[in-house]
């Protein structure tokens, strides 16, 4: 029995030891970059961190990212002023752009197409229109010097909160613990593959065996479908309100398809732009989204660019 | 619960240690443990069918002692019929009473009489009905035929019927291999319980690697059949073929390595059946529990071989017919059984179906002559038609399935809607074929190796590929679970 435990452990410490190697060879999985929270309470990645990011198993999608020294994904230097011209995309994992390569996204796409126009892409895996306002307030002699700035909104998703407050959740991933777990790259690969939804799972089959929650008050406690959509409202325009907003210069990034009807028409109403991406999207012939994860791909990007491209110089025509 | 959950593997941890720690010393005590574990394993589906596993128990255990005591013939026969009726009878109500109504209406509306049917009821399907019936059948069968005296000893009886490892899936064993080896003493040995553990990583490599990963692509294929080319059929058939052998061969590996920890050899169900050289080859080594038993209790009882022609002929009918509506209540599976016997009966009447009985491809030599070969891809080329069959949903999608196999008759790289890189899934299964005849001829050591460094990198190997095609969004259920 005593040499049965001991070859098995010894046998799986060196099969784990192998599999932490092939994983770090093959860069089977992706780079954490550090977060924190600066002086403004603004949460973004820690400055001058370089690494690779993989999407899917199998390094289905492999990509390089650079966070720039304000602490976002890109290849350029956030340096705004007032005699040249600058578009700032504010947004989430879309816009941050990990499962790409720094030096193909969005922003870049848009600088190829428009000369002597910079773009600064703010974006933030987890951002919401809270984190996206705040951002903008925070930094408000910066945002200042930018001419046009492009908000990605989902309404579902972003319109959650009314006001502004550090998520802890995220911020707990930079606790020692995780820290620590994250320098074994087969946990990390482990965690990426779903396969720790397996214990949750398993931990909740076993706490509900103890503690039978009634479906009636799961019922009751999912609000209805109008309250939900009044709450967002409501949070909507107390952001607004609380951090500012320019409607000559900021417009909002949405997919129609997704978005309310009342919405948009309350938007259209109080003379908030915005651009429709979910159309152009859905009748595009090519796949848009990568595989394994519905993030946009390079035809995708290209999309989403060529509709600020468009957007931009018909502005600039108007003017 | 199932085999590839976390909960199992907990479940087994918990189990092992009390069967080898706190109750080593008894027997009794032992079994116990492996009737309440192996009642909980089940109830973890549905507790409300445990009543059918217990009935079956008790009917099956008086009605061998009944068989037992008696000389007479003609009650030794009724008796066995009891049992029988029994079992058919649970499999019948609760498996094929809904077919045998929907097939009866049907009839009559071809016939021109309508049948406004209100006699289908919405019955689930016990898990494992199929295999555990079949099991103490074969008890009852084997004190009829004198091969067995009955045990009294119910504890040990019940736990023949239920031991968890091969209860919802099989293999379908027989009472003289398995009661004997609960009745009496497990002895711990190192050997066995490595041996175990390397065929339920085994196992859960061929479920989680391949089956499980080549899931997605086949339901593509086989639910959008109609856009697609012929090239991209042909491709989804082979790998249904794969798929369905990976997940029910892997479910058996788990089953045997399981049974394995806690000192119980269950019989090999799987040996290599895509090497088959024909297709009376092939039923040697597919599904060997079940193929057993219909030979032994059907075939041969019915006259086998030793009969005229004709009988022959009508035997082997007889019992591919009935294998596959064992497998469900569907056309699909009777026209898929009646595929296979039409097969076998060319090989049958030459007297090939045991030409290969105790040889496998390349017995002798490393790799197979080019006259192998040729047998094996026709015999694979076959099985894996006949599975058209066997997935389609009714007989109509089979037929339109083949129709646009044979109309579409074009080639053209199929590229997964979700976007799979396919390319990852050929290099898998060449990998995977290139293993399996390496391990051709130890079906029950699949890392038989004697280099410790092959050993080693085989194991790492086989876990790597385990994680890299682990597939968190699907289905985990075992396709034979249905049945």
């Given at each position: 029995m005593k040499r049965i435990i001991l070859k098995t452990g010894l046998y799986t410490v060196l099969i784990l030891l192998c599999l932490e190697g092939i994983i770090r060879i093959f860069h089977l999985t992706k780079d954490y970059p550090k977060r924190y929270v600066d002086k403004f309470g603004v949460e973004k990645w820690v400055p001058n961190q370089n690494g690779y990011s993989v999407t899917g198993i199998r390094r289905q999608n492999f990509s390089e990212y650079h966070i720039n020294n304000f602490g976002f994904n890109s290849y350029r230097e956030f340096k705004p002023s007032y005699n040249t011209q600058e578009i700032a995309l504010v947004g989430d994992s879309f816009i941050e752009g990990f499962h790409q390569n720094y030096y193909n996204s969005i922003g870049r796409k848009i600088e190829n197409r428009l000369k002597d126009v910079q773009v600064f892409e703010f974006g933030y895996a987890g951002y919401d229109l809270a984190d996206q306002l705040h951002l903008i307030n925070a930094y408000n002699k910066m945002f200042e010097k930018i001419d046009y700035v492009y908000i990605l909104l989902n309404f579902t998703d972003d319109l959650s909160r009314g006001t502004y407050e550090i998520k802890k959740e995220r911020l707990k991933l930079e606790s020692p613990l995780y820290k620590t777990l994250r320098k074994s790259k087969l946990i990390v690969y482990l965690y990426d593959i779903g396969s720790f939804s397996a214990v949750n799972s398993l931990l909740n089959q076993l706490t509900s065996f103890y503690k039978k929650v009634p479906a009636e008050s799961k019922q009751k406690s999912q609000p209805k479908e109008n309250e939900t959509y009044e709450k967002r409202l409501d949070n909507f325009n107390s952001l607004v309100d609380l951090y500012g907003f320019d409607k000559k210069r900021y417009k909002f990034l949405l997919d129609t398809e997704k978005s309310p009807k009342k919405f948009l028409n309350y938007l259209n109403q109080n003379k908030f732009h915005y651009l429709d991406f979910g159309l152009m999207m859905d009748q595009?012939?090519?796949?848009?989204t990568l595989v394994y994860d519905m993030h946009w791909n390079d035809h995708g990007r290209d999309l989403i660019a060529g509709l600020i491209v468009n957007d931009f110089t018909n502005t600039l025509r108007n003017k | 619960m199932v085999f590839n959950s976390l909960a199992f593997f907990l479940f087994l941890a918990i189990l092992f240690s009390l069967y080898w720690f706190a109750f080593k010393k008894s027997v009794k005590a032992q079994n116990i443990l492996i009737l309440i574990a192996s009642y909980f394993f089940y109830g973890c589906w549905d507790w409300r069918f445990l009543s059918l596993i217990l009935l079956s128990t008790i009917v099956d255990y008086f009605v061998g002692i009944q068989i037992y005591k008696t000389e007479n013939k003609i009650l030794r026969k009724r008796w066995l019929w009891v049992s029988v009726l029994f079992n058919v009878g649970l499999l019948g109500f609760f498996k094929y009473y809904n077919f045998f109504v929907d097939s009866w209406t049907d009839l009559a509306s071809a016939l021109g009489y309508t049948i406004k049917s209100t006699w289908t009821l919405s019955v689930i399907l016990p898990v494992g009905i199929s295999f555990y019936t079949f099991q103490t059948m074969s008890y009852s069968f084997d004190i009829y035929y004198k091969r067995l005296e009955p045990t009294r000893n119910f504890l040990s009886f019940a736990t023949f019927v239920s031991f968890f490892p091969q209860l919802v899936a099989g293999p379908i064993e027989r009472a003289s291999n398995l009661l004997p080896q609960i009745i009496n003493k497990r002895i711990f040995k190192d050997k066995q319980i490595i041996e175990g553990m390397k065929l339920m990583l085994w196992g859960l490599f061929k479920k989680i690697a391949i089956a499980d990963a080549l899931a997605p692509m086949v339901d593509d294929i086989f639910t959008n059949?109609?856009?697609?080319p012929a090239s991209t059929l042909v491709l989804g058939i082979c790998f249904f073929s794969f798929q369905i052998y990976c997940d029910f061969s892997g479910y058996s590996d788990i089953a045997i390595g399981t049974a394995k920890l806690f000192g119980v050899e269950l019989m090999t169900?799987?040996?290599?059946?895509?090497?088959?050289?024909n297709i009376g080859e092939f039923w040697r080594r597919w599904h060997v529990s079940l193929s057993s038993w219909f030979r032994d209790y059907i075939y041969i009882p019915l006259g086998g071989s030793r009969v005229s022609k004709l009988k022959g002929i009508r035997n082997v009918f007889v019992i591919f017919l009935v294998s596959g509506f064992w497998h469900g209540a569907n056309w699909t599976f009777i026209i898929w059984g009646a595929f296979h016997a039409l097969a076998f009966i060319p090989v049958f009447l030459m007297g090939d179906h045991t030409k290969y009985k105790n040889t496998i491809i390349a017995q002798t030599t490393l790799l197979p002559n080019l006259k192998e070969i040729g047998k094996v891809l026709l015999t694979f080329s076959f099985v894996s038609f006949s599975w058209i069959f066997f997935r389609s949903d009714s007989m109509t999608d089979a037929i339109l399935f083949i129709r646009q196999l044979f109309d579409n008759f074009s080639f053209e790289i199929y590229k997964n809607p979700l976007g799979y890189r396919m390319e990852d899934y050929f290099i898998l299964l060449l990998i995977f074929i290139v293993y399996e005849y390496l391990i051709r001829k130890t079906p029950r050591s699949p890392f038989n190796f004697n280099n410790k460094v092959l050993r080693f990198v085989s194991y790492t190997a086989v876990i790597l590929g385990i994680l890299l095609f682990y597939d968190d969004g699907i289905d985990r259920s075992f396709i034979y679970f249905q049945f």
């Open positions: 595009s012939k090519k796949r848009t | 059949y109609a856009s697609y169900n799987f040996k290599f059946p895509y090497f088959s050289r």
